[in-house]
């Protein structure tokens, strides 16, 4: 079975309530200890790898993205999936060569620039565009970013996920989702769900938002951010 393969199946989860969990490196070293603490696989965070790379969240030139997706890709033998913010304005054939060429076995896709929504239409055509040119070789998780712009009526956020569904995304995430809303979410979306959590401890568990309704949960650059955390306490400590 391909890493594709593998990846594709994790999201087939046997029992209700227990979501596939993906851990985001934001480089090897972080890859290899989300790899060797168990996880089947990963999901690197824009934001997180562009502040490991000296960028605000947003400005990581596409060539230095793909590049450290390929080093975390060469750091574990698990799948990774990646995050490629908008696309990098690159036309979705030459988008899905450069995610081969990392050897990414997913993409995460947003459907807001600047913080403003896309035309849901034309991003579904885009999407059905990525879709053809990847065929079955990547996993795409088309983001929907209406509560992250303001728009807090569910039914907007499954109306855009329909569309994304039937344009050929194999995923949806209903990116900044309240837990309330996320078992009407779960009625009306077809396919499987990603849901974001909390890498702090605040919040519900994986495991309540798998019962909420999420197929899968990652932390965005939670996990990144938290680090940095400790490392500023150990580098403060040094001082003393």
């Known amino acids: 079975m ?58 990581v030139p596409a060539d230095e993205m793909f590049a450290a997706v390929a080093r975390v890709v060469r750091a574990v033998d698990v799948p990774v999936s990646a995050d490629v913010e908008g696309g990098y304005g690159l036309a979705p054939r030459e988008l899905v060569e450069r995610l081969l060429e990392a ?51 569910p039914e907007r956020a499954i109306e855009r996920a329909a569309l994304y569904v039937a344009a ?17 979410l779960r009625s ?11 890498a702090d401890g605040e919040g519900p568990s994986t495991a309540e938002l798998g019962g909420l309704g999420a197929t899968r949960v990652t932390f965005g650059p939670g996990l990144q951010r938290r680090a940095t955390g400790a490392l500023r ?3 403060d400590g040094l001082s003393r």
């Open 188 to 198: 009306g979306i077809q396919g499987p769900i990603n849901v974001g959590a909390r």
């Open 103 to 153: 050897g990414a076995v997913g993409c995460n896709l947003e459907d807001s620039e600047g913080g403003v929504l896309k035309d849901p239409r034309a991003h579904a055509d885009w999407l059905a565009e990525v879709r053809s040119a990847a065929a079955d070789e990547l996993f795409v998780n088309a983001r929907v970013d209406t509560f992250l712009c303001g728009v807090t009526d």
């Open 2 to 59: 391909s890493q594709v393969e593998v990846f594709r199946s994790l999201h087939r989860r046997p029992v209700p309530g227990d979501p596939l969990v993906l851990p985001g490196p934001w480089d090897a070293a972080s890859a290899r200890v989300f790899a060797e603490a168990g996880f089947p696989a990963l999901a690197t965070p824009s934001a997180g790898v562009a502040a490991s790379l000296g960028y605000a969240d947003g400005e």
């Open 168 to 184: 050929g995304a194999d995923c949806v995430y209903p990116l900044g989702a309240p837990p309330a809303v996320l078992p009407l």
């Open 233 to 235: 306490e150990i580098a």
